[in-house]
């Protein structure tokens, strides 16, 4: 079955930096488009970037030229480097398969940003 494990979370202060890692099983990994989505205390779920099968990326305007997604199908593995965290970006990340609302997704990776 569908296996998508985030890790790579933690507390870092504003303007640190840390890298999230997915990795995917159960699944043609390179046939996918993959997501990165996040859900802050107490709010929704926000998409925060897409990476398609032609590893094509687009970010949601708050995290453009902070964040960069990659992927690494030999792996199947998903990457997204976070730069210059800010205390709005505190949240449960996940990465997701295929559409961003209602694909399959893991189990999430905590990203605190805290002075």
């Known amino acids: 079955q569908v296996q998508l494990v985030e890790s790579g979370g933690g507390l870092v202060q504003p303007g640190g930096s840390l890298r999230l890692s997915c990795a995917g099983s159960?699944?043609?990994?390179?046939?996918?488009?993959m997501n990165w989505v996040r859900q802050a205390p107490g709010k929704g779920l926000e998409w925060v970037s897409t990476?398609?099968?032609?590893?094509?990326?687009t970010y949601t305007d708050s995290v453009k030229g902070r964040f960069t997604a990659s992927r690494d199908d030999d792996h199947n593995m998903l990457y997204l480097q976070m730069s210059s965290l800010k205390p709005e970006d505190t949240a449960v990340y996940y990465c997701?398969?295929?559409?961003?609302?209602?694909?399959?997704r893991g189990q999430g990776t905590l990203v605190t940003v805290s002075s």
């Open positions: 997701v398969k295929g559409a961003w609302k209602t694909g399959n």
């Open positions: 159960g699944f043609t990994f390179s046939l996918y488009t």
């Open positions: 990476i398609n099968r032609s590893f094509g990326t």
